[in-house]
């Protein structure tokens, strides 16, 4: 036989390697096991990691979120539908931001205060299309304070001006005695609403972006004259500066060098797989498992920018991560189609929630982008609205997640995912992810678990110490017939929670969690079994 040549070898190496890259797989038997010690709080759980974000774009404020006159509907607030607003209640959202996002950039606050029908029309800078300014400060406020929501306000930096920053503060926070007082007492609300959370521009290092800057020092001095006249308006307040993900290296240290003193939190936006498109895959599943790795990419970004901001933000130990827009959003489009969120988006959103869990104390808040119509939580029409897969996961954790994070373990099969934009091949992916919790009263005991697999159930052995329990728990699985399950205004529930119960009397239990799930398994504490 002919020896082949080195040219050869390669080729063949090349193919060998193209051909193994070819598809995303699962290793292992598909068992695995849990330990959870609930005895070990590892954290408590900072609730603003459930945070969302509303933006003046496509419909999910105007059309969406804000329908002034819908007919057929009752109108909460005089402008959100009562369905709109259920659904966002039903969410416990901790924290909204508002305006935007690239909208924000060219916002001027006053279009969107008094009278109505005074309001001027404008061009909407960012996203093109007419802004009514029909939903303003004094809505978005009204609508966080009847929902015991913590509003998170983003000012203009790309087109406005210091002054008017500190002119919003003031409207917003200053008493009804005092002029900028007095006018928001004229448009309906005396009492200061007292907006603890500011953000100083959004993205400004983007081209994409109204005003942006090529360096963050040239930021830095912008949002230090901004931070300067917003906290002579009220020293309360906490304020967001903009940070950058790599490639941008220098732009973290230059602005956390020139003011990381007057920084609170550093805003790091991720979405998935990040504007580089995925690949054109040969098979559905290889996009599956594309999506369910991505949040291990997503703490890695996290740790990445977290130690930009302990090197270079040194005279200032408290600034913490403001993840403040995250999602999947992959095809570049200015207002991504619902029906693309397949069931594997729940996965994704509950992989981060998990994973946001545990950087609790660095994570001062996170906003999923967006709550309404825009790369959506929710879903409208002008008849009725449907929940997309992600919702579905907020809800679950929002319903049955507790306050303290208890120790845990998982053991089980990996699996291999295809480079999907940002995201690397990786593979050695844990299949079953768990989160631990318990509530802050210790009675119940919450583990959230979800079996990436794409076709088949894993049998897993769960075992508790510290807790003593009852022998039957309460089970909640967001699930749909296949992995690629999405709802839509035909079929709503496509994907959906069903509510089971489980035994768990034997120590340890095995409970098999089935294909594409996202289980949320609840364990009631039984004294008399200490
Ligand atoms: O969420 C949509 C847009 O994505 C936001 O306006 C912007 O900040 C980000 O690029």
Known sequence: ?????????????????????????????????????????????????????????????????????????????????????????????????????????????????????????????????????????????????????????????????????????????????????SLRARNGRPAPYRVRYWGIGNESWGAHEIGSFRRGRDYAEKY??????????????????????????????????????????????????????????????????GIVASGRKLEELLEQFDADIRRYGGKNPDIRIALDEWNLWWDGQQIIRAEDYELSSALFTADVLARLQRWSDRVAFANFAQLVNVLGAIITDENSLFLTPSYLSFLLFRRHSGELLVESSTDGPVFRNLEFGIVPPMSDNPLVECSATLDAAGGKLSLIVINKHYDKPVETEIGIAGFPRAGAASVWEINGDSPHAMNSFAEPDAVRIVEKTAVVSSDPFIYTLPPHSVTAIVLTRDNRRE
């Not at 950058?244 to 609170?264: F, G, M, R, T």
Request: with cysteine; net charge neutral; proline share 6%.
């Open 224 to 289: 230090l004259s901004f931070h300067r006249a917003m906290k002579q308006a009220d020293p309360a307040i906490k304020v967001m500066a903009v940070g950058a993900l790599p490639p941008l290296i220098d732009w973290n240290k230059e602005v956390l060098e020139a003011a990381a003193d007057s920084i609170d939190f550093l805003s790091l936006h991720i979405y998935f797989p990040s504007f580089i498109f995925p690949r054109k895959y040969k098979k559905k599943e290889d996009m599956y498992y």
């Open 1 to 181: 036989m002919r020896p082949i040549s080195r040219l050869s070898a390669v080729l063949i190496l090349a193919l060998l390697s193209a051909g193994a890259e070819r598809s995303a797989a699962v290793d292992g038997e598909m068992k695995a096991r849990i330990r959870v010690n609930a005895g070990k709080v590892v954290t408590e759980v900072n609730p603003m990691i459930y945070g969302h974000f509303i933006e003046h774009l496509g419909k999910c404020i105007r059309d969406g979120l804000w329908t002034p006159g819908a007919r057929g509907h009752e109108l909460v607030l005089g402008g959100v539908r009562r369905d709109v607003f259920q659904a966002i209640s039903e969410l416990q959202i901790p924290l909204l931001r508002w305006p935007g996002g690239c909208f924000a950039d060219g916002y001027h606050w006053r279009d969107g205060i008094g009278q109505t029908h005074l309001r001027p029309v404008r061009k909407n800078q960012a996203w093109g299309g007419q802004e009514d300014n029909l939903f303003g400060t004094d809505e978005f406020l009204k609508l966080c304070a009847e929902l015991g929501i913590e509003p998170l306000i983003n000012v203009n930096l790309g087109s406005g001006t210091a002054e008017e920053a500190r002119e919003w503060v003031e409207y917003v926070n200053a008493p009804a005695d005092t002029p900028p007082g």
